[in-house]
């Protein structure tokens, strides 16, 4: 690709495609537990773009949002070919925006390092949960969980809704909070409607 790449993480990459826009290539590389795994996943980027295009225009109204296109004349104008077999379906073209120091987390259902915490402290993020609590279970309400957003071989780490207010200030750190609860709770009314949890 002639663009000039920029940045290289877990699973995306990203170029600098002029004019204040990036071109994020999503691979089949495997990230879990913030550790990047030697097998791909055949395809894996295409779905995982497919997924995020999708959402990303279902909630435009409400975040606005940084994709401009996935395909079409934006891409073609770049030298990229809508069936170039390596880039079709892997590919975003964005606004450039500014990363926020905190990943928005909605849980749902207690799993994951949420489980080991409860297990551990009877918390999640800090926050008491109430007993009894079985692994994979759905919470009683979604829980807003933001954590740190590492590096390329760091861990990223949860923290409390406190420390995000602490990174980004009180205003921002609750609109987040909303716009991430708002999201999962239509996104998950969404899914369950067609069966999926």
Not at 36 to 43: L, N
Not at 114 to 129: C, D, I, S, V
Not at 160 to 181: C, I, K, N, Q, W
Request: aromatic fraction near 8%; include cysteine.
């Amino acid at each position: 690709m002639a663009l000039p790449q920029l940045y290289s993480g877990k699973v995306r990459d990203i170029y600098d495609a002029g004019e204040g826009r990036l071109l994020m290539v999503t691979s089949d590389r495997i990230s879990a537990f913030d550790v990047v795994m030697a097998e791909p996943i055949t395809d894996k980027g295409r779905v995982l773009t497919a997924m995020s295009a999708f959402w990303f225009e279902k909630f435009a109204d409400l975040i606005g949002g940084h994709l401009i296109a996935t395909s079409g004349p934006e891409i073609e104008a770049l030298g990229i070919a809508d069936d170039d077999p390596e880039l079709a379906g892997r590919i975003m073209l964005t606004r450039k925006a500014e990363m926020l120091p905190v990943e928005c987390i909605v849980r749902g259902y207690i799993t994951g390092s949420a489980w080991k915490e409860y297990q551990r402290e009877g918390t999640m993020h800090g926050t008491a949960l109430p007993e009894g609590l079985l692994e994979s279970q759905q919470l009683p309400e979604p829980v807003f969980t933001p954590s740190t957003k590492a590096e390329v071989g760091d861990h990223d780490e949860n923290i409390s809704f406190e420390a995000a207010v602490d990174l980004v200030g009180a205003e921002l750190a609750e609109r987040l909070r909303d716009v991430s609860l708002r999201i999962y709770a239509e996104g998950a009314a969404w899914a369950a409607e067609r069966g999926i949890i």
